[in-house]
Structure formats: C-alpha cells, structure tokens
C-alpha cells in the first residue's frame, strides 16, 4: 500500500480547523482546492511526473526493493512486543487463577506440590465462572475497538489513545500483581482486586490495540515507487508496498514473540506462583512508557480528521426505523437511508441525514465486504475451542512438570514455522505451475482445517474421559488417584497446530478480498467489523459458560466441528464465484495499481470499491492484513 507520510486534516467538526501547516501539507500532497481531504493514493502516484518515476517498461522489467524503513519505525515494533508480551503473559492463566483452588501441599502463592499432576490455583470458582470471566475478558478487547477506534480518528488521534491505553493496563498490572499475595490468598480476598485489574487491563487493551498499526504504517515514508541505483551499479525500485510488507513482517514477528511470554508466565504459576507470573507482565509492560516518551517527539502524527462510523450508525438507525427490520438481506433495504428516497416519502422533516445516497451505497458495499468474516467465529471456536473448553481438557491429561497451559503457545509457534513455507515455499510453486489457487479457495482450506482441528479436540477429550480416573468429570477438581487420564498433553499440540495453520490460509485472502472491495472511505470500519466477529466468538463461549463445563466438554468440541464442516460446504457455494473475479482483477489491473506497482487489487480504487466520498485523513492508511493475535 502507498502509505502517504504527511495527511491533511479535514476541517469536519470533528476536528479542528486547518492552520498554516495544515496548509503546507495541503500544497505538499497536491490535494485540489477546497479539498481538505488527502487523496487516498499521492496524486504523485496518480498523474504527476516526480524525480525518479519508473517508465512503463522499468515497472515491468526492474526488480523491486524495499525503501528504507525509520529506525522509530523498529521501535514502535518493540512497542508492540512490550504490550503484546504484557497481554498474553496474563491471558493464558487466567483459566486456571479462576477454575482451580490453592493446591492443598502447595506453597501457598499458587504452585502445586513439586512431582505431582496437579495444577496451579487459586479461587476455586470452578469451570463454569472461569470459562465466564475468560469469555467476557476476551470480547471487550475484541468488541472495544469498535469504540476506541471512532475515538481516535474522531477526537484524540492514534498516538494520544495509545499514551492513555498504557497507562490504563499500567495501573492493571499494578493491581494484578497485588492480587498474587500470598495473605490475600489464603483468606480468599484475592477476588476483588484481581476483577478489577482484568478488565481495567481490557480497557487497556482495547485503547491500544486498534491504533498501533497504523501508527506504525504512518511512519512508512516511501510512497511512491522510485527508480533508484545500488551500490553495486543496479538499477531498481523503491517499491512502498514492498516497504510496507517488510515493515509489517517484523511487526507480526513482534506480535507472535510476545505471544511466547505464556510459556514464562505459565512456567512460573507452576513452579513459583502467582506473584511473579503476574510480575513478569509488569517486568514487559515497564520500558513501554519510556518507549513512548522518546518516540512522542519523533514520529510522523496524523491530527484527529473525523470519522464515518458515527454517520454508519446513524444510517443503520434510520433503517431500522422505518422498518428495514423485515428486508434484511432483500432488495430496497439500503434505499430507506438515502436522502433521496425518505423525501419522496415525505420523512425529510422527520429523519435528519447528514450523508447523501452514495454514502449508504458505500455503507452497503462495506457490509457486503465483510460478509465473508461472519463465518471465522467458527474458525476461531474451532481453532481454540468453545469457550476455556481446551484449557479444560489440558487438566485432565499427563503433564509430568510441564505447565497444562504452556501447550497452548503451539497456536502461534505453528503460524511462525508455517509462514515461510508458503510464502517462499508453497504459493511460488503454484505460481510456477500455472496453479490458480485463488483466496476463497485458501480460506475453504483454511476452514475445513479448523474444523479437522475441532475433531482433534473432540477425539482427545472423549478419551481422556473414558480413561481419567474420575470418568466425565474429569476437568473439575479430581482428587481420585493421579486426577488425570494416562494421555500426555502433548497429544494437543496437534489441534493447536492445525488451527494455527489454519489461520495462516484464511486470514491474509480474506482482508485482501474484504478491502479490495469495501469502498476506500469505509475500510476503518471493515477492520473494526472484522475484530467485532472475534469479539462474536467469544460472546458465544460466554453465553455456552453454563455447558463448558463436565460431563459436556466432548460435545463442546464436537458440536463446532460438525458446524465448521457444514459452513465450510456452505461458505465454498457462497463465494466461490469470487475467485474468478479476483483472478480477472489481478489480470486486468487498473492504471493506478500498475503505477503503484502492486499485483494485488487492495489498495486502489476500482469498478467495485470505488467512491466519490473522500476517506477522513486518520483513515488512509489503515492496516493491512490484521490478525486477530494484534
């Protein structure tokens, strides 16, 4: 994506007004007079001659490179790694603080007894509570950005957000590490102060999580491709999407090595206790303040320029107003929005709209594009389990020392082994035999893997309860002999790995599908529709708490996978036709993607994302190919 280093801020009243370097940036981008929105590709890009433009035949001939890429911009990853790393060092045990209580013979902060198959606890609330509070945990950090990231491009701008987001899950990691005192404890007081740390680190989170990534993109300042020369007498170009891909691999690094502080964290609940696994998140979570002192002077800021997602409400409200409630899904839905149609109707004077008809088509064409991530609940439900059920199902297997929730972080050491091998691997060889496997097909194989995932699952769990001493009630508090089934844990790296792959095969077709279709003015909000479904995944794993529990775990496996492998048929005859069309598009690029010199249809406008409406400036450099691990 030509990520545009400097963006003007609209004069909305959402934003303050344009002052005398709003006006410098004005005359930096080209933007037309009495456009105060920035382009959505650098009119450089468009139609203007600049120093070092390639010719058509450079494009097709010269290899391309990445530009140089702001040593602020590899500090803003080890931002990432600091507050990814303080998350999912606390995300993995909240399971077992919860479910589980102070192992009798243990050391009072939480560990079990040295050489036995028990696992770290602490409140003893049972399977059904800490499946609830896991849930509910988990869909505020998904569902917040939904708000926080209105918030930002209306009101404080991403850097702002980010600043109180840390201090937020500051003060929560404060508040954690209290709620690990061996005092609080033993007299069962540990309760309140470790509620209230776990949804203020939510909040926290949430504030932090939508705005980082393009804060990083921001910073990306090859925007147009250049035709430059090496060292070694080369000629090549400076290609911003291939900046832009390099930039965003080691961010995803970042995220995936962060991920890995659930082994220290996991490591410590069973060998140490609760004190110094919640210390180790605060120990990550320290250099993050200092991190964003230095860079506050020295990153490229984009000024709070407005948002669409308030009038997208107000659309949705009108509709359903007028009864739009029963068209769901059938012609002249949308139309109950448009201007045009509630004067004909004579309702000007009762419904205020303050967007026109191509606006709510724009709102219908983003909806449309996101209609592809109603179907990853079930992937994600597969790939994790219903709810805490996979957690569940670790306390009743062999661990013999290793921690029952360090199996999880297979999830993530799969992504990271299995990039590579279809990145330089797979696809290029596809590619070489003239193989069309096009990004519908990539996300059927990605389902149909989840769903494999969720009978791995399955399979386990109905063994484990057939041979655990204590039978289906195996996941509860066992105290039969070993209190576990003669299966070792790592029989579960299998369906971790499975879905973590699978991961791999659905997200990155997906986004590009979804943004090259949603309309360039809309795409804040598909990023904030798409982490709204993980949020949907988890608000199904809360409201099944009561089920996630003994004798039912098989089924709580079972169940999903036989709905994955219904929806994966279901979603191949829905969107099958799209591969066709994106294999054209990819063919028939259109002249602004050549002279961006990108193959994918993403970033551009075209026949079926174009817009007259411009994008709000906060909006146009939105991520890309975001993963719900961020």
Known sequence: MAAIAEKVPS???????????????????????????????????????????PTEEELKTLRRVPGNIPIIAYLICIV????????????????????????????????????????????????????????????????????????ADARTGRFKLICWGVLVFGVAHVLLVGSGSKDLLANGTA?????????????????????????????????????????????????????TERVMLWFYLMINIGGFMGVATSYAEKYVGWWLTFLIPLILYLPLPLLLWYLSKRLILHLPGGSDLTNVFRVLGVI???????????????????????????????????????????????????????????????????????????TMLETNGVPNDVIGNFNSLSIIAMAPVLNYGLYPLLRRLNIHYGPVARITTGLAMSTLGGVGYTILNKYAYEQ?????????????????????????????????????????????????????????????????????????????????????LTWDFGGPAIAGGILTVVFWFTFRHIDKEEYVMKQQKPAELELAGTSRNIVGENDLNKSINRPAPISDNEEMMVSQKQ
């Open 320 to 394: 359903f107003r007028r009864g739009g409630l029963k068209k769901i899904g059938r012609k002249g839905f949308w139309e109950l929005a448009m201007p045009s149609n509630i004067a004909a109707a004579g309702l000007d004077g009762v419904y205020r709209t303050e967007w026109n008809d191509e606006f709510v088509d724009d709102v219908r064409r983003a909806f449309q594009a996101t209609g592809i991530f109603c179907f990853f609940p079930i992937q994600y439900i597969n790939d994790n389990g219903l709810g805490q059920a996979a957690n569940f199902l670790s």
């Open 468 to 552: 655990s001493p204590c039978g289906n009630l195996g996941s509860s508090d066992c105290q039969i002999g070993t209190g576990v089934a003669p299966i070792s844990i790592w029989w579960m790296a299998i369906p971790y790995a499975i879905g973590g792959i699978s991961e791999l095969f659905i997200n990155v077709p997906a986004y590009g599908i979804a943004y090259s279709r949603a309309p360039v003015n809309m795409r804040g909000l598909v990023s904030a529709i798409n982490l709204f479904n993980t949020a949907v995944a988890y608000a199904i794993g809360l409201a099944c708490s009561a089920v996630v529990t003994d004798p039912y």
């Open 191 to 243: 309760k309140a102060p470790f509620f209230i740390s776990l949804y203020i680190l939510a909040i926290g989170a949430a504030m932090f999580k939508p705005n980082v990534s393009p804060l990083l993109l921001d910073q990306v300042t090859t925007t147009v491709p250049t035709v430059i020369t090496t060292s070694s007498g080369e000629r090549v170009i400076q290609d911003p999407e291939s900046t």
């Open 11 to 53: 004069q909305s009243s959402d934003g303050p007004s344009a002052g005398p370097r709003d006006e410098e940036k004005l005359a930096m981008t080209h933007t037309p007079p009495g456009d105060h929105h920035a382009p959505y590709l650098d009119n450089f890009t468009m139609d203007e001659d600049y120093e070092g433009k």
């Open 80 to 151: 990432e790694f600091c507050e990814r790393g303080s998350y999912y060092g606390v995300q993995p045990t909240i399971s077992n603080f919860v479910n589980r209580p102070l192992p009798e013979g243990g050391n009072g902060y939480g560990a079990p007894p040295a050489g036995t198959q028990k696992t770290a606890g602490a409140l003893g609330m049972g399977t059904v509570v800490a499946n609830a509070v896991a849930q509910s945990f988990s869909m505020l950090v998904y569902a917040l950005p939904l708000l926080f990231g209105w918030l």
